[in-house]
């Protein structure tokens, strides 16, 4: 034990880290000399490639290679689709997810998340749509999003609360491959909006200038969360710990603020607070 938090005090960690920490799970965390964790890079400004250098990138790639260094550990990337990442975290082929994941009750059996950032599903289209200015213009309409996350569920929960209860026609949902994917076919005139997550939207609309329009502001609450076996609960301390560290002396938000997520940014790390 003694080694254990001597381990962790070096890694920069708070004095209190070990505490609660079983014996044998912290002596697993000090074994490991690597930590396997999980990024698909389609999503920036979280995660990402530069164009320019084509290495990871982005707000999330940031945090875990601070997160690394706070616990004195490599971190090694996996590029792993998105929809194979629970079932990696639970069978231990990787020991982390670190890609944009919301926390949902229906992952937490499988895995727990500790939480360290807060969004939601945002709707928007572009400026050449010049009927579609608010929400509701999009009922009856086709919104694309990626088919992988919790927004197809959401934004039919929002079309039935608000298209279809006011008599209007509902929004068709149109799966998509990714946020890529549905710009794409927003471009080409396929569909009529895109949902993506709102903390993703000023990025886009940065990179690609006077081409898309927020419609509203997100419309459902979303915890995002970092992935982990239930039962490694040494690294769920461990990653819970750094994470407090980093909000402690500013350099969660430092993070945050290079990519433009402050807007987005926890004051306390939760473990599994998602619905």
Known sequence: MKKTLLSLLTAGVLLNTAAGIQTAGATELTQKDEIKVAMMPNYPPLEFKDPAT???TGMDYDLGMEIGKRLNRKISWQEIGFEQMVNAVATKRIDMILSGMTDTKARQPIATFVDYYHSGPQFYTTVAHKDINQMLDLCGKKVGTSRRTTFPAEIAAWSQANCEAAGKPAIVVVGAEGTADARTQLRQGRIDGVV???ETLPYIMNL???????LGKAFAYQVTGIGIAKDDTALIEGVKSALTAMIDDG???KILTKWGMQDGAITEVTINSGK
């Open 54 to 56: 084509g290495e990871l």
């Open 196 to 198: 993506q997550g709102s």
């Open 208 to 214: 690609e200038k006077d081409t898309y329009k927020p």
């Open 251 to 253: 350099t969660y938000l």
